[in-house]
């Protein structure tokens, strides 16, 4: 006798498609190129409100335009449960509402150990290792890994933009460790997407509820 689909396994493997395409990597590549080329901006008399928001828009409409001109007309509108729609909107807004609890925190502390004039170097350390984490459970949750790639990325360029300072000042400091870290999440977007392309031809259809 045939044993029926695992729907929950077969809903949570069609999920993990929706991150197969690299147009998520691309998203995080600009906002990579934004934080290596901010500082340099700002000093030429742009705003940091305005680029913040400039990039988290553009990355926005890269993943908006980018599901729709290559992954919908090869996979199709996959429509989850709603129960799945809750559980990936959780994650958004608890990721969301951490990382700038925890962004707020560690601008503080670091503000309070200037002003006593001491290292904030291991602080620091201490910041990038709490976003990685915080990276890496909803990496899990999602069953994104570049999420966790993105954490570590991040986690990684701050301690080495601190390093890097003495040395060689703003705005170098940043964008060294950032562009590089940029052009591996754009190498890793370019390679999903080619490889999406290649694997999936292109075809219109509607995928049921599941």
Do not use: H
């Not at 000093?43 to 908006?64: C, H, P, W």
């Amino acid at each position: 006798m045939n044993e029926l689909p695992d729907l929950k396994k077969l809903e949570r493997k069609m999920f993990q498609t929706l991150f197969q395409d690299g147009i998520y990597e691309f998203a995080f590549a600009v906002l990579f190129l934004g934080m290596a080329l901010n500082p340099w901006l700002a000093e030429n008399g742009i705003s940091k409100a305005f680029l913040y928001t400039f990039e988290l828009i553009l990355a926005a409409t890269i993943i908006v335009l980018g599901k729709r001109i290559f992954t919908v007309p090869r996979l199709g509108r996959v429509k989850f449960s709603e129960k799945r729609k809750k559980i990936s909107l959780n994650i958004l807004m608890g990721g969301i509402l951490l990382n700038v609890l925890f962004l707020m925190a560690g601008f503080v502390f670091q503000d309070g150990i200037a002003n006593q004039g001491n290292s904030n170097y291991m602080l620091t350390i201490l910041f990038s290792f709490g976003f990685l984490l915080i990276f890496a459970v909803l990496a899990y949750l999602s069953s994104f890994p570049t999420l966790f790639l993105a954490g570590l990325l991040f986690a990684t360029s701050i301690p080495v933009s601190e390093y890097l300072y003495p040395y060689l000042g703003e705005p170098a400091d940043g964008m060294i460790p950032f562009g590089i870290s940029a052009l591996i999440i754009l190498a890793l977007g370019i390679t999903k997407l080619s490889n999406f392309l290649n694997s999936n031809p292109k075809e219109m259809v509607e995928v049921s509820d599941v």
